[in-house]
Every structure is written in structure tokens, then in C-alpha cells.
């Protein structure tokens, strides 16, 4: 019984010891919305990117190579995957797909997470929202509908903001 109890201790302290370390590491987050979407197709519930957005994808395979992304995620849209799919293609990762309008949940999931590079492909009105819950603040408003050549590089260390990126691409 004895050896059971001292055996449950040692595992409780290990689990609690791994969940602080992982919120422990300084850990990359790059935010990007998706890429032109093709307009051509009139009502198109899910379009996919045009060819300039095409284009504008295989240049942040390059923007985003320094960072190492690790772990990716996407809205479940075509443009948003296909926007991070070169990066995907790079580095051999399968991109994950995320509820946008479960912003808090991937903010957890990345923090408890033992993965420190993040690549994030979202929307005009998602990347912002991400980005300022990242920082724990409103730094940012929603993107413009032209806007698409924005990428939000957060970095945050033990759970906590603490450097903010803007780069174009």
C-alpha cells in the first residue's frame, strides 16, 4: 500500500513538474491571416486563394523559416490551410485545425504545450483577437478586408507577453 501511495506521489509531482516547465519555456507564436481568396466563383461559401494568394503563400514559407514553426493551425477554411500548407510542406508537420471561435481554448493548448514555434493561419477578424489575447491586452482591431501581408510574431515567456513582432510579407 505503502509502495502504491509513495508510486501515485512521484507521479502527481512528475505531472505537475512537466506542466510547469512547459509553461515555463519561452515559446514563438506567428499569427498570419490567410492569403487572397479567389473571388471568381460568386457566393463561394469556401473559396480558395486566387493565384496572387497563391503566391503570397510560398513567400511566408520563406518570412516564417527562421522561427522553426512547429506546431501548425488553421481555421477549417481553404484559404487559411492553404495559405500555411508550403510551410507545412518545409518543415513535414500536419497543420491542425482550430474553432475560431474558440480562441481561448488554442491560447491554452499553446501554453501548456512542450512546443515552443507556433504558426497560426486565421482571418481579418480572428488573427487581431488572437494576437491581443496572446499579450493580454487590446493592441490590435480588426484587419482591413485588403490587408493580407501582415504577420504577428508574439513571444511569450513563462505564459506571459513579452515581445511583439510586425513583420510584412
Known sequence: ???????LLISSILVCLTANLAGAQT???VLVRHAE??????????PDLSQAGRE?????EAAVRRYRPYVLFATATARARRTIEPVAARW???IQ????????DLVEKIIASKRRHFLIAGHSNTIPFLANLLAKKEIFRQLPDAEFGVIYVVTLKKGVFRKLEILTY
Do not use: C, F
Not at 37 to 46: L, N, Q, R, S, V
Not at 97 to 104: G, I, L, N, P, R
Open 27 to 29: 515559446k514563438t507564436v
Open 56 to 60: 503570397r503563400a510560398e513567400r511566408l
Open 1 to 7: 500500500m505503502k509502495a502504491q501511495t509513495l508510486a
Open 92 to 94: 513535414k508537420k500536419e
Open 97 to 104: 485545425t482550430y474553432d475560431a471561435s474558440q480562441h481561448a
Open 37 to 46: 481568396k479567389d473571388t471568381t466563383i460568386a457566393d463561394d461559401p469556401d
